[in-house]
């Protein structure tokens, strides 16, 4: 397939989550539009009235925690000034008629990656990344251990206005929440109910249809390819421990996944030595992502299993992972209205130009 095909027009099912199937409709890049352009990026490494930027504690509520424990931190967390969820709401659930609502109790805190205010992810070391992710790790442990409310605690990072990013500085943030988010429920679910059916998880499954399957599938009348699916086709990145991967129902043109190759459904037994190996991989693919999308807008999130014994039965089930997904259009009527995602470059075609491009010489 190549550049110029612009005939596929297709519904992929999400193989984890059927109702988020994605509708690929690679005519649709042919249309006039005008597409989210790349984010301004300040590449400056100080900038004195940034409250992130060292030297600018006092401008932020009061340090949590910092990596390294010095003054010459590395990676700082501090409570969100504007937090969506927090610990002095003292509303009772309520309940009037088919209306209900729970109490917003909850933990929002920032996590300051770096102290050079416009260092992009791809820019850091592999070591620094890793420390990042490790500042996660220990606060969604010690988020969980404060208080038996807390059903999930959300890790993500927006970068860009139209990823929902108001400061420039790079940054991620921690969210605590007393409900699981129906979009990771729905994960855990079907792939438990995967799981009682076939006594496999359905991540290992398909790291392993990414890595070792091929397929050629013919038109049953005339003969032609209808599809051709080549070992390796859809995977970005891989060491020894971790993998990207191009979902084949990709809901973004550019999204990627990365999972550990080996089955691990808590996010909290990842070690330090599985953090290395992790980093190396996301700065690869941000470093493909900035070569073949420049100065994209995007979110990242973490998804690992919930909190909690009545998950346990699920963890042979579930695969913790990260979804990086660059927003490259605004959604549409249809899109909001359906729920049905619409991509128009088809994930074979992405994951090529993503795996081919030459990353050496911004690395």
């Keep these: 397939m190549s550049d110029s095909d612009t005939g596929i027009r297709e519904i992929r099912i999400d193989p984890i989550v059927p ?39 006092d401008k932020t509520p009061p340090t949590i925690a910092t990596y390294p424990q010095t003054d010459e931190w590395q990676v700082r967390i501090v409570e969100n000034l504007y937090p969506v969820l927090g610990e002095n709401n003292t509303q009772d659930n309520l309940s009037f008629g088919l209306q209900q609502t729970i109490e917003g109790y909850g933990r929002h805190e920032v996590i300051i990656d770096h102290p050079s205010h416009g260092i992009a992810l791809h820019e850091m070391s592999i070591e620094h990344l890793a420390m990042i992710f490790k500042s996660y790790q220990d606060r969604m442990s010690d988020l969980y251990e404060s208080d038996p409310r807390l059903k999930y605690v959300l890790a993500f990072k927006n970068f860009g206005p139209a990823a929902g990013g108001s400061i420039p500085h790079t940054h991620s ?57 080549n070992v390796g086709q859809y995977v970005i990145e891989k060491n020894s421990n971790f993998v990207a991967i191009k979902p084949f129902a990709s809901r973004y043109e550019w999204e990627i996944h990365i999972l550990p190759l080996t089955h691990q459904a808590d996010y909290l037994q990842a070690t330090d030595e599985d953090l290395l190996s992790f980093a190396q991989v996301l700065k690869n693919s941000m470093a493909r992502l900035e070569q073949v999308v420049g100065g994209a807008q995007y979110n990242y999130f973490l998804h690992s299993i919930p909190h909690g014994e009545e998950h346990d039965d699920c963890k042979p089930s579930y695969h913790w992972h990260l979804e990086i997904c660059p927003r490259t259009s605004i959604p549409n009527g249809f899109e909001l209205g359906s729920g049905l995602f619409v991509n128009t470059i088809s994930p074979e075609i992405a994951a090529e130009k993503l795996r081919s491009v030459d990353i050496s010489d911004i690395l």
């Excluded at 690679?26 to 490494?45: C, I, Q, V, W, Y």
């Excluded at 076939?198 to 599938?217: K, N, P, W």
């Design 19 to 57: 109702s988020n199937s994605v509708l690929v409709a690679t005519a649709r890049s042919m249309r006039p539009m005008k597409e989210e352009a790349p984010a301004p990026r300040d590449t400056r490494k100080h900038v004195d009235t940034c409250p992130f930027c060292r030297g600018n504690e």
């Design 173 to 229: 943030q921690i969210i605590a929440m007393p409900v699981v988010p129906e979009n990771l429920f729905n994960e855990v679910e079907n792939s438990y109910k995967h799981y009682q059916k076939h006594h496999r998880c359905i991540f290992c499954s398909l790291i392993d249809e990414a890595l070792t399957y091929e397929a050629t599938i013919y038109d049953r009348e005339s003969g032609e390819v209808r599809r051709k699916i």
